[in-house]
C-alpha cells in the first residue's frame, strides 16, 4: 500500500467517532497497565485523561441508540435475534446516556447520591449490554453456517466477552482487579481498532487489498 493511499485509509479509519474511542480505550488501558507495572502515578494520570476524553466523546451519543431502536421496530418481522439486538442497543443508550449525566453532574456536586446511584445503573447496563453482545455473536455463529469459520467473526465473540468480564463488578461484588481489567479492555480495544481499520480499507475499495467482510448486525 502507497503512503498515499495508507494516509487516505488511516483519515478514513479516525473519520468515525467510535474509532477515535476505541483508539483512546487502548491508549488508557496501556497506560494504567504501565502505572500499575511501575507503580508511577503520571501514567495513572494520563490513563485517567483518556477516560475524561471517552467521557465527552460519548455526549449525545445516545441519540444515535434511540434512532437504531427506531430503526429496529419498524421492521415487520421481530424475532429472537432482534430482540437481542434491541436489548444491546438499548443497554447501551442507558449507559451513554447516565454516563453523560453523571460525568456533568461531577462539575455541580461530587457527592450527590443520585450520581452514585446512576453510575451504579449505568455501569450495570454496560455489562446487560455485553452479555447481549456476547449472546447475540454466539447466536450468529450457531444459526449462520456462513460465518462460522469467520475469523473475524470468533475474534468479535471475544472482543464482547473481554468486555463483559472486564465490567463484571457493575453488577456484583466480583472485582478482577484493575490490572486485570485494564488487560481485557485492551484486547477489546486492539481487536476493535484492527475491524476499524480492515473496514476503512474496504471502504476505500479493492484497489487497497480489502476484502468485503460480512455486517456485524
Not at 421492521?75 to 430482540?83: H, I, L, M, S, T
Not at 437481542?84 to 447501551?92: K, P, Q
Not at 485494564?182 to 475499495?205: R, Y
Not at 468485503?212 to 448486525?217: D, G, P, S, Y
Request: some cysteine; glycine content about 8%; overall charge positive.
Amino acid at each position: 500500500m502507497g503512503s498515499t493511499r495508507l494516509v487516505k485509509v488511516i483519515d478514513v479509519w479516525l473519520a468515525s467517532n467510535d474509532s477515535r474511542d476505541k483508539l483512546m480505550k487502548g491508549a488508557g488501558c496501556f497506560f494504567k497497565l504501565l502505572g500499575l507495572i511501575s507503580s508511577q502515578e503520571k501514567y495513572l494520570k494520563v490513563s485517567a485523561a483518556m477516560s475524561d476524553c471517552r467521557c465527552l466523546m460519548r455526549l449525545l451519543s445516545w441519540i444515535n441508540n434511540t434512532k437504531k431502536v427506531s430503526d429496529a421496530l419498524g421492521k415487520n418481522e421481530v424475532g429472537f435475534r432482534e430482540v437481542l439486538f434491541l436489548l444491546r442497543v438499548i443497554f447501551d443508550g442507558i449507559f451513554c446516556l447516565l454516563d453523560n449525566v453523571v460525568y456533568m453532574g461531577h462539575f455541580f456536586n461530587k457527592v450527590d447520591p443520585n450520581l452514585i446511584r446512576f453510575r451504579v445503573i449505568s455501569r450495570a447496563s454496560l455489562f446487560w449490554g455485553y452479555v447481549a453482545a456476547v449472546i447475540l455473536d454466539l447466536h450468529d455463529l450457531i444459526k449462520d453456517k456462513a460465518i462460522q469459520n469467520s475469523t473475524q467473526r470468533h475474534l468479535g465473540l471475544f472482543r464482547n466477552a473481554c468486555d463483559m468480564i472486564s465490567t463484571l463488578g457493575g453488577v456484583c461484588c466480583l472485582d478482577i482487579g484493575p490490572f486485570s481489567a485494564a488487560f481485557l479492555g485492551l484486547l477489546s480495544a486492539t481487536i476493535s481498532t484492527n475491524e476499524q481499520i480492515q473496514a476503512a480499507k474496504i471502504s476505500m475499495g479493492p484497489q487497497l487489498g480489502g476484502k468485503k467482510l460480512l455486517n456485524h448486525r
